[in-house]
């Protein structure tokens, strides 16, 4: 296809769709400071009306001063700097964590997410895949594995070169030059030469044309997928040529971020393009039960959105062009910062170690973080709520106490700096 009909363009669009149909996150402060200002210039009208209107003329000065002193105490200062000065600690923090956060909404809205969805290839595993295994279902032709090269070299897939390295840096083998070459999406490719139709990739495409696995092949099957390899099937036709079975580790810490991120309270579920076996023994080594497997990119982005019909708040986690869609329609995108570019500029958190552990801290700091808003947020409404009637000169008719502007001032400072310092603290956990 061309144009607006390519897989391309149709990741992009879907990409553009998700992300303008997010409504914007209406922050905190912002719905405090629309009542508070308006309340607060009532409130020194009133002081002025009410000094006025008790004490009689000779206390227009009073009412002056009261008035003038509601104002200085109540600037919202400490309001304004509440939300801010802690999104910039709780950023910088998570950026010397290797967190780059590109989007402030995901440092508040991280703290809501019940479910994260992991992808598995560069994400759970190490991203690097080699091949392991190869059972050829005949005596092969001298061309299959120039053919197999060659198809391989023009694929965008990470289990291809896997294969690439194996027949070019071990083997020596030449590529064939290819009459032609076509790319199926999450099924894999095929390519014409001399009059024959050679495929490569997933068992779908395995069905697509209609070739089958004798009875030896499929054991040995069973046990590649087993231990947990990738499966690519090489064919001619209706043929199958060849299966390779392709190996790509978990990382270190993949199974103790899962843990850690269970003991949040979050659920895990995993996202695969590999077949149901080799999801089935991925997922129980990691200790993840819930996985779909051969996973489509619209099969991806179709369990975020159902997920979120349901009403959980979803986290996505993934590396390539394919988790771009998932990523988008996600509350909460992550991209690990080996992947494509297109996954990270998709996403509003990027690992940039691909250290999985990183995952669970991003979650806490951003528990702490909104935590510490709303700190900040408490103190400076508490403060403006005692503040306010002295301003006022509730106490005057008690004790002769009237509140000049000037100490009114230097109180409102004092609220701003220890709104600041409040959110200095963050660095220090």
Known sequence: QVGSETVLARI?????????????????????????????????ILTFVLWVTIGGSEYISYGIL????????????????????????????????????????????????????????????EGHPTATGWLWAQSQ????????????????????????????????????????????????????????TYWVGSHKLLKDFSATVSDVMAEMLVHYESDG???????????????????????ATSAEAVKELK??????????????????????????????????????????????????????????INDSQALALADVSIAMGKGTDIAMDVAMVTLMTSDLLLLPKAFQLSKQTVKLIHQNLFWAFIYNLIGIPIAAGILFPLNGLLLNPMLASAAMAFSSVSVVLNSLSLGRK
């Not at 010397?96 to 809501?112: F, G, N, T």
């Open 66 to 125: 009261s008035a003038v002193s509601v104002l200085v105490i109540a600037c919202p200062c400490a309001l304004g700097l509440a939300t801010p000065t802690a999104l910039m600690v709780g950023i910088g923090k998570a950026a010397s964590q290797h967190i780059l956060i590109k989007d402030a909404v995901a440092l508040e809205q991280m703290r809501k997410v019940d479910v994260v969805v992991l992808d598995k290839t560069g994400t759970l595993t």
């Open 229 to 251: 390899n990738g499966i690519i099937y090489f064919g001619r036709e209706n043929e199958l040529l060849a299966i390779i079975a392709v190996s790509d580790p978990i990382k």
């Open 141 to 196: 032709e001298p061309h299959f594995k120039s053919v197999l090269l060659a198809a391989e070299m023009k694929s965008e897939h990470p289990l291809a070169g896997a294969i690439v390295s194996a027949l070019q840096n071990e083997e020596k083998i030449k590529p064939a030059l290819l009459d032609s070459f076509e790319s199926i999406t999450g099924k894999g490719i095929k390519a014409s030469y001399e009059g024959h």
């Open 12 to 44: 992009i669009a879907m990409v553009q769709e998700a992300q303008g149909s997010k409504a914007p996150v209406q922050r905190i402060v912002d719905r405090i400071t629309g009542i508070f200002v308006p309340v607060v210039l009532g409130i020194a």
């Open 263 to 320: 003991r949040q309270g979050i659920d895990i579920c995993m996202l695969t393009g590999d077949g149901q076996r080799t999801a089935l023994a991925v997922s129980s080594r990691l200790g993840i039960e819930r996985f779909v497997a051969d996973a489509l990119p619209d099969d991806k982005a179709e369990f975020v959105r159902e997920l979120q019909m349901q009403g959980k708040k979803v986290a996505m986690v993934g590396d390539g």
